[in-house]
């Protein structure tokens, strides 16, 4: 088994049109084409650290301002968690819990660890690495409900001085995380999971 | 240019890559509703679903007519202490904006609205075309890539669970009703994912590919 790399082809990950590695664009679909290259990980990594900066003000300022006839109450992710443990809805207490920490904080550590495991050469089982790279590019959207959430109150609970919802400045950084680790996410490129690195092996694999 | 086109088609025909693993195999023949898996990896390489043109072209054409009732409708009310308020999606987002909420209005803007409008009319209209012999392919095959690229940032998905959780987070404290463009948006949640999975890429591209 070879691949289209060694062959001297280039893949469009796009449109799946195979073309010579000298060709710049898809003749089929005009994306760019570009070829395994482990340079692509200063993208992900460079997405992976812009996403943990704009995590930690998402979850440490309120994400909602609850206005109401006794005052202004304000509410971060964790703190919007805990109110509704405490109302019993434990369902939708954990629907928010895994979308806005779970998933962030286990995708964080996933591309991490694809990242190192490539540019380090760790003896990783590939296909378990793969199927950690399709999770991750699955789930990662789904954090976005928090934000759908406030947008929806906000938009909503206006009844002037009885009670409002406004949105805090730590739904900003949240909703840009999200965007940034799924920016990430994508820029891994997953044919660099089934790279064989060295020579040695190159030379097994022919035998 | 003839000929950089012809070596392509040719190299084409007979052999596919591996998106996931870039492994390079002999191009399989598959009957309609067979797809094939590669080897090293396991992933999809090639896949050809049964009528996925039609089916697609449908659910696209059910997408947007729901889309259109979702922005069009009142999708949710609340009443308290004798104050009412009832919203559409649209008015959602101007709220937004109008409240100095600029950022929040165009996120939500962009990912309940334009970007699933953008990825329904794309691949409808691509899916329309695609076999008759309007229009370039070129043209065929920037809607499909465009189409595809949006495909995660269409997040009217995401919404309506962000909508179904602040239906349980205010239900103590105001009477919330939902509209006809909430079983709108619900509909048009089911008939995208339909039409998304109903949707054959790599049929389409050996379509645009064989008319070069």
């Known amino acids: 088994m070879r691949t289209a790399t060694e062959a001297g082809l280039v893949l ?3 449109c799946g049109t195979l073309s010579d590695v000298a060709e710049g664009r898809c003749t089929v679909c005009g994306a760019t084409l570009r070829r395994p290259d482990r340079r692509g990980l200063q993208a992900v990594w460079a997405y992976w650290l812009a996403g943990i900066l704009a995590y930690i003000p998402g979850n440490i300022l309120p994400i909602m301002l609850t206005q109401s006839v006794s005052g202004v109450s304000e509410s971060t992710i964790l703190g ?21 920490i779970g998933v962030p904080v286990s995708k964080f550590m996933v591309i991490a660890w694809l990242a190192l495991s490539i540019q380090k050469g760790w003896s990783v089982n590939n296909h378990q690495r793969h199927r950690a790279h399709q999770a991750i590019e699955f789930i990662g959207r789904w954090s976005m409900i928090d934000v759908f959430v406030v947008a929806a109150l906000a938009a909503l609970i206006q009844v002037g001085g009885l009670m409002s919802i406004a949105p805090g400045i730590g739904v900003n950084a949240f909703a840009m995380s999200v965007v940034l680790t799924m920016f990430s996410a994508m820029s891994l490129d997953p044919r660099l999971i089934w790279d064989r690195p060295s020579q040695e092996s190159r030379i097994t694999d022919e035998h | 240019m003839t000929n950089r086109r012809a070596t392509i088609q040719a190299l084409n025909e007979r052999y ?5 693993c870039d492994a390079l195999w002999p191009r399989p023949q598959l009957e309609p509703g067979q797809r094939a898996r590669c080897p090293r990896c396991h992933s999809v390489v090639l896949a ?22 979702a922005i069009a409708f009142p999708f949710m009310s609340m009443e308290r202490a004798g104050l009412s308020n009832e919203i559409s999606v649209i008015d959602a987002v101007t709220i937004l904006w109008s409240n100095g909420m600029g950022v929040l209005a165009i996120t939500t803007g962009l990912l309940i609205l334009l970007f699933p409008l953008t990825r329904v009319v794309m691949i409808l209209v691509l899916h329309a075309v695609v076999h008759r012999r309007l229009g370039k392919p070129a043209h065929h095959a920037f809607l499909l890539r465009i189409g595809q690229m949006i495909e995660p940032w269409a997040m009217a998905d995401i ?10 987070k205010v239900g103590s404290l105001a009477r919330i009703e939902v509209g006809p463009a909430f079983w709108a948006m619900s509909a048009l949640i089911v008939f995208m994912a339909m039409g998304t999975s109903a949707t054959c890429r790599d049929t389409v591209w050996d379509m645009l590919r064989q008319r070069l």
Request: with cysteine; proline share 0%; aromatic share 6%.
């Open chain 2, 16 to 20: 596919v890559a591996c998106q996931s």
């Open chain 2, 48 to 69: 050809n679903k049964t009528r996925g043109v039609e089916r697609t072209t449908a659910l696209m054409l059910a997408s947007l007519v729901v889309y259109i009732v």
């Open chain 1, 80 to 100: 919007g968690v805990v109110t509704l443990l405490h109302h019993g809805s434990y369902g939708i207490a954990a629907v928010i819990f895994i979308a806005s």
């Open chain 1, 12 to 14: 469009c990950r796009s």
């Open chain 2, 159 to 168: 919404f309506m669970i962000g909508v179904i959780v602040s239906l349980v």
